[in-house]
């Protein structure tokens, strides 16, 4: 299921006053029934009683409660900043309230043409829109709208009742017209895709990796810079980050693969370093996250995923195979969605021997809660690693089955001999900038 938003305008408005007061009800239906579900009433107790105080028709009530139903316990309707104004003396009385109901919200219905109370005409350019006044000559009102013409060429057949839609009616400040929104969910075909392409994002650069479902094998990695996402304006960030989703798609259609990012939460990371605390929560990741959905229009499956210890894993591989920690973390992420065992077994391998494999005993100056009986030491670690990957592979011990062990640190099995060495192999690299 994958969602689009069409964007317009009304232009041309006959009688303005009907539509500030059915703005003015919704407005007042979306407030009581946010503080009645804080008194803890259920939802059709809400609906009931809205019904029956507001002069507005059953859908229109279930839209303002689904309006607010996700809203958090500490939202100031109309914006924090306009009550400051207010305050302040900055906007008059009237302002504010005009603010307060800004919106009009009306959700679709397929077996109702498309959406009942706000309805297009693409024929006409027209919105019909439902004010549910008791007079019969004034029930409904007509607007001309705008809406740009690359979205009605793209995605105009959506909106011919076919299909359900959302329109969203918002006024703007000091009566300067009204922006129009339209919602369309559609159903996306995913096709079944042989690779996975990952995404390891950072401040300025998203690298990625791209490996076969079928035996793990790394088929390109590569690198995006948009070092600008860090320090623009919002518009533009925007834009930016649009041209981005579209280069990871055409990568993704190119290998046929299917894009994993990873769930983050830069809002609550925190550092002595005040630069880089600052740095890491300017990542647009949210949005970015949000923006990757899109190309499941496409056909291209999207997916979050945790991306724990990866980071860690990229920075040992990365002294071995010669590439940078992000494209090794991007790596391991990939190998972590394909194969997680193998990711175990080599994280295993790389930071300790489980409590599991000292027959059973703690080793003397084990904590209780820890999960490894024999942490490595780094250079001893890389020393011996290094010995152990420029050995040949001709002196396996074929009757005992395992690879030759590096030192005490641990067992290493074929698959993951082989696996490493397929990291050296000659495969392309990409870097492209976003402009």
């Known amino acids: ?220 990695i590569g690198k995006f810079n948009h070092h600008e996402t860090q320090h623009t304006r919002w518009g533009k960030r925007d834009c930016l980050l649009n041209k981005l989703v579209n280069k990871i798609g055409n990568l993704a259609r190119h290998y046929d693969a299917e894009v994993v990012v990873g769930h983050l939460n830069t ?19 949210y949005q970015f996250r949000q923006l990757l959905k899109r190309l499941e229009l496409q056909g291209i499956k999207v997916s979050e995923r945790s991306e724990a210890y990866t980071s860690k894993l990229g920075d040992v591989i990365s002294q071995l195979i010669g590439y940078d920690i992000h494209k090794c973390a991007a790596m391991m992420f990939a190998l972590k969605v394909i194969n997680y065992d193998l990711f175990k077994q080599l994280k295993t391998f790389l930071f300790g021997v489980p409590s599991y494999e000292a027959y059973g005993r703690r080793r003397r100056g084990q904590r209780r809660e820890s999960g490894l009986t024999a942490p490595i030491q780094y250079q001893k670690f890389l020393k011996s690693m290094k010995f152990w990957m420029a050995m040949n592979s001709s002196i396996i011990n074929e009757e005992r089955g395992y690879l030759p062990t590096p030192g005490r640190e641990g067992l290493c099995n074929r698959t993951m001999m082989s696996f490493l060495d397929n990291l050296k192999a000659d495969f392309p690299c990409h870097t492209l900038k976003i402009y």
């Open 1 to 220: 299921m994958g969602a689009i938003t069409i964007p317009g305008a009304i232009i041309t408005l006959d009688d303005s006053a009907l539509l500030d007061d059915l703005m003015k009800r919704f407005g007042n239906a979306r407030r009581r029934a946010f503080s009645m579900k804080r008194k803890g009433l259920t939802t059709s107790c809400i609906e009931t009683i809205l019904q029956q105080d507001i002069k507005l028709n059953a859908r229109y009530i279930k839209d303002a409660y689904y309006s607010i139903n996700n809203l958090p316990c500490n939202t100031t309707f109309g914006g924090l900043k306009n009550q400051r104004l207010r305050e302040n003396g900055k906007i008059t009385k009237e302002e504010y309230k005009k603010r307060r109901n800004a919106i009009l919200l009306s959700r679709g219905e397929r077996s109702k043409n498309g959406n009942l109370n706000l309805r297009i005409d693409l024929d006409t350019m027209q919105l019909r829109i439902n004010t549910c006044c008791h007079d019969k000559n004034k029930k409904w009102i007509f607007v001309r709208i705008l809406i740009p013409q690359k979205y009605l060429d793209k995605y105009g057949r959506y909106l011919d009742g076919s299909n359900s839609y959302t329109v969203q009616i918002k006024r703007r400040n000091f009566d300067r017209g009204y922006d129009l929104r339209i919602s369309i969910k559609l159903s996306c075909m995913l096709r079944e895709s042989s690779r996975v392409m990952s995404l390891d994002i950072n401040a300025g650069h998203t690298d990625f990796a791209v490996m076969n479902k079928s035996d793990d094998m790394l088929v390109a």
């Open 267 to 285: 809002g609550k990371f925190w550092s002595y370093n005040k630069k880089a605390t600052r740095k890491i929560r300017q990542l647009p990741q």
